[in-house]
């Protein structure tokens, strides 16, 4: 439609070396801590993580690197890391996260598929990068590491410090449309091919705006984050562009994930607030509770890539006095696309009600549109007890993906099937009851393995669980509850029973329960139940406890 009468605001393009700009600018002390693989601790303040990323942007360009091209990382949270991402995609290039948890095969098939020139990788991937090397496209390799302590490798591979030193602190950056290419992200592809998000500069900036509502992340200067979710893990959840935008003070934790690393870095630092999928979680509660700690500075956590189990917002909340939100998202969606939380209408009811809702994956921000339809793709009602797929519509929900892989992903309305199937309740909070690829189906009807693994976490000696559909003659499927105890742990099957009993259907109860030493996790920390679905076919998931 022609425009009848333009406005006259400045035409401001959405690039995100903004962002860096801004912090550097305003929030130039501001610093970004990391604990490097050597354990040792780092500090660098905006000011000169932006002079730095600026030299990644003067070497990328000597080595030929021009707007459009690919540039790779497989790093942990880091200082170096974020300089990459900056120093990328200021110049237009685009930044290609890999996960470094994915097969090597996939890492080949993906770096191909993006065609990635740099790569940019942490001194402990060298390994297996050499052993996958004649088959990437990389024509330059730089390691993140200082120069004392370069690994020996045969990648022709360039120190990063030498790789900047000395390098122009004034590169130019922006100049380019707002809706270029940014950065890119592959889903792990549970099922074939992994596909590759491209996101762009302007829904990469809208998303931060977004994500830093007071009922989103609610991200200030006055906060130090601690992402511990990953950078190659859908951008960090956002919040390498969240916290230069706000000027908060980042926390890195490099590659130790486990409790005792996590507990020490947020008390140490300070830390006000952080996110993770829910696996991290159990493991720092479990140590606070071993050694009868607690995280006094700690305000905030976000939880999600998972369901929030019950007992891990009860045992932060009740038990350590620290708020839990529960995000629902996906790589395609920027990757936010709820916030659990109270609407006002529930701000007195009590608390079993309130914990209830705070399960549920939550409300949508301004900028994504969510529905849920039945097979025929009519939509169904918002009354919490409709069951359909999830689709999704926004300024940061992907429209397509690289290569046009996957065909027309968006539907004659434009929106994106998550492959979620949700419910959406009279509060607007949307549930999830499962992902469709692993809906039970039994008897026609679904399952949610949700409330029932949620349900089980709630025993202290369940260390974690999983429900899957197994093929049945009657009711086609059943499910089968896999449960990994603690150590030293034995739960009972009744205990287990009781517990399920009056919070799901009578018939949802698992047919049968198999404990397994290690429930295996995907690429993103995730419960793989791929994994599970096929060890059980093979017969490995037998041997019910009592
Ligand atoms: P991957 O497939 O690699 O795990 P994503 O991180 O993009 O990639 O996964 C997105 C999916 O994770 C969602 O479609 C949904 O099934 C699941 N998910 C994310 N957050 C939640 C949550 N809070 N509760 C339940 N499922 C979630």
Redesign the pocket.
């Known amino acids: 439609m022609e425009i009848e009468m333009q406005g006259l605001m400045q035409h401001w393009p959405l690039t995100v070396d903004k962002i860096l700009d801004h912090a550097a600018r305003v929030h130039g002390d501001a610093e970004v801590v990391t604990r490097r693989l050597g354990g040792d601790i780092h500090r660098i303040s905006y000011a000169a993580l932006h002079d730095r990323a600026k030299q990644v942007s003067a070497a990328l360009m000597a080595q030929g690197i021009r707007p459009g091209d690919r540039v790779a990382t497989l790093a942990w949270n880091g200082e170096r890391h974020m300089e990459c991402w900056y120093g990328t995609m200021g110049i237009g290039a685009v930044l290609h996260t890999i996960?470094p948890r994915l097969h090597a095969d996939q890492i080949v098939w993906i770096a191909n598929h993006a065609a990635d020139r740099v790569l940019v990788l942490d001194a402990c991937f060298v390994p297996l990068i050499e052993s996958i090397r004649d088959r990437l496209p990389i024509e330059h390799y730089v390691i993140i590491a200082d120069r004392d302590a370069m690994p020996a490798n045969d990648l022709g591979a360039l120190c990063y410090e030498d790789w900047i030193a000395g390098r122009d602190t004034g590169t130019p950056w922006g100049g380019f449309d707002e809706n270029a290419a940014c950065g890119l992200c592959y889903?792990?592809?549970?099922t074939g091919n992994p596909k590759g998000v491209l996101y762009s500069h302007r829904s990469n900036v809208l998303h931060a705006m977004m994500a830093l509502g007071r009922d989103v992340l609610n991200i200030g200067r006055n906060d130090v984050v601690m992402p511990v979710v990953p950078m190659f893990?859908?951008n960090a959840w956002g919040m390498a562009f969240v916290c230069p935008a706000a000027g908060a003070r980042m926390v890195m934790p490099g590659a130790q994930l486990d409790g005792a690393s996590i507990y020490e870095l947020l008390d140490s630092e300070r830390v006000t607030m952080t996110a993770a999928v829910p696996t991290v979680w159990i493991g720092l509660l479990h140590h606070l509770r071993e050694h009868g700690l607690c995280l006094p500075w700690l305000k905030r956590v976000v939880?999600?890539?998972?369901?929030?189990p019950e007992a891990i917002l009860r045992a932060f909340e009740d038990d350590y006095g620290i708020e839990v939100i529960?995000?629902?998202?996906?790589?395609?969606?920027s990757?936010m696309?709820?916030l659990?939380g109270l609407m006002p209408a529930l701000a007195d009811a009590d608390r079993d009600i309130q914990v209830r809702q705070k399960l549920k994956?939550g409300i949508p921000p301004f900028g994504v549109e969510l529905k849920i339809v039945d097979e025929d793709g009519e939509e169904l009602p918002a009354d919490g007890n409709s069951p359909g797929r999830l689709k999704a519509r926004g300024f940061a929900v992907a429209g397509g993906y690289l290569d046009g892989d996957g065909g027309d992903v968006l539907d004659a309305d434009g929106w994106f099937d998550?492959?979620?199937v949700a419910t959406i309740d009279n509060h607007g909070a949307m549930q999830?009851t499962?992902?469709a690829k692993?809906v039970i189906k039994s008897g026609g009807e679904w399952i949610s393995s949700?409330d029932i693994e949620n349900a089980v976490l709630s025993h202290a000696g369940v260390a974690n669980a999983a429900a899957i559909g197994v093929p049945h003659p009657k009711w086609d499927e059943r499910p089968l509850l896999i449960v990994q105890a603690e150590p030293g742990a034995r739960p009972a099957d009744h205990e287990l029973r009781d517990l399920l009993e009056g919070r799901i259907a009578r018939w949802w109860m698992p047919d049968e329960i198999v404990f397994i030493d290690a429930i295996p996790l995907?690429?993103?920390g995730?419960v793989n139940k791929l994994k599970l679905r096929e060890l059980h076919r093979e017969g490995k998931l037998r041997a019910p406890l009592n």
Do not use: C, F, V, Y
Request: aromatic share 2%; glycine share 24%.
């Open positions: 996960n889903t792990s592809g549970t893990h859908a939880i999600g890539g998972a369901a929030l529960h995000g629902w998202g996906m790589t395609e969606l990757p696309g709820t659990g994956q998550t492959g979620d999830i499962d992902r692993d949700i995907g690429p993103t995730k």
